[in-house]
Nanobody
Framework: VQLQASGGGLVQAGGSLRFSCAAS????????VGWFRQAPGKEREFVAG????????YYGDSVKGRFTISKDLAKRTVYLQMNSLKPEDTAVYFC???????????????????WGQGTQVTVSS
């Protein structure tokens, strides 16, 4: 699976952005798709995840209630809608897909098999 991420950019605090993560080569069927972020000097942090089959969603504590992950089966794309952005959301964001993700490994970056390119999000105060 090849992942093509798009979106991101510069936004003021309180604003919104939307990311897309599109699959090429095959669909996301059987995969869990996750979004991670990494700020300078910090570890990669789990943001959100979605089961392509079934659609269960999961969120990191810091984004619950503000971010929404969703999927479009026809477009083979996963979206991350980010609302009420804060300066602490500033980071490089990555999408990833894993075929053997269980609940305990949702936030474990090495458990994911494929990664898209990182995209910068900068939230100004």
């Amino acid at each position: 699976v090849q992942l093509q991420a798009s979106g991101g950019g510069l936004v003021q605090a309180g604003g919104s952005l939307r990311f897309s993560c599109a699959a090429s080569g095959r669909t996301f069927s059987g995969y869990t798709v996750g979004w991670f972020r990494q700020a300078p000097g910090k570890e990669r942090e789990f943001v959100a995840g979605i089961r392509w089959n079934g659609g269960s969603t999961y969120y990191g504590d810091s984004v619950k209630g503000r971010f929404t992950i969703s999927k479009d089966l026809a477009k083979r794309t996963v979206y991350l809608q980010m609302n009420s952005l804060k300066p602490e959301d500033t980071a490089v964001y990555f999408c990833a897909a894993g075929s053997r993700i269980i609940l305990s490994t949702l936030g474990d970056a090495p458990s994911y098999d494929y990664w898209g390119q990182g995209t910068q999000v900068t939230v100004s105060s």
